[in-house]
């Protein structure tokens, strides 16, 4: 259907620059990305993402319990150890303790909102130790004000393998299969 980005179109795999590109294929350009709302008034949605951000920064993963839906998706591409997608608020709290350990920082730069989709372009970089700095989007979807599905997506996408693979390397055979 003209004028709505799905799940599917996400999922696909599009880049941070394709989620732009399908944004205005759609006809959300980043000027009608914000559906009109009262003069001095984001879209709620948007409010909600940045107060989402401000607990990630905080640190206090407790914090960011309160943004997710019980049934949440968070959806990492790539081929790498914490790749794949997470189900559930433990699981994707699980996700951040990891990310965490190597003391992963965000900055947006761009958030727009459309019906029940927030799309974000963010900074990302890790501090302990450095050596991932890119830039990222979110494509999160909001129900009943809380965030029900994100999807990420890596500007570099190998870079964000490497990285990730040096982090986060896999037990040694044969603890990795439970025969040790």
Known sequence: MPGQLSRADLLRGLSVAGVATALTACGAGVAAAVPASPPGQDHPNLELIRRYYQAYASG????????????????????????????????????????????FKAETIFLAADRDWVVDLHRGWSTT???????????????????????????????????????????ALPARLGQA
């Not at 790749?83 to 699981?91: F, P, S």
């Open 60 to 103: 206090d993963l407790g914090a960011l319990r309160r943004f997710f839906a019980p049934d949440i998706s968070w959806t990492i591409p790539g081929h790498h150890p914490l790749a794949g997608t997470k189900r559930g608020v433990d699981e994707v709290l699980a996700f951040f303790g990891q990310l965490a350990r190597a003391g």
């Open 129 to 171: 130790p450095a050596g991932l700095d890119m830039t990222w989007a979110l494509a999160f979807r909001i129900n009943a004000g809380t965030i029900v599905e994100a999807v990420n997506f890596a500007g570099d996408q190998h870079a964000a393998d490497a990285f990730f693979w040096r982090q986060y390397p896999l037990a």
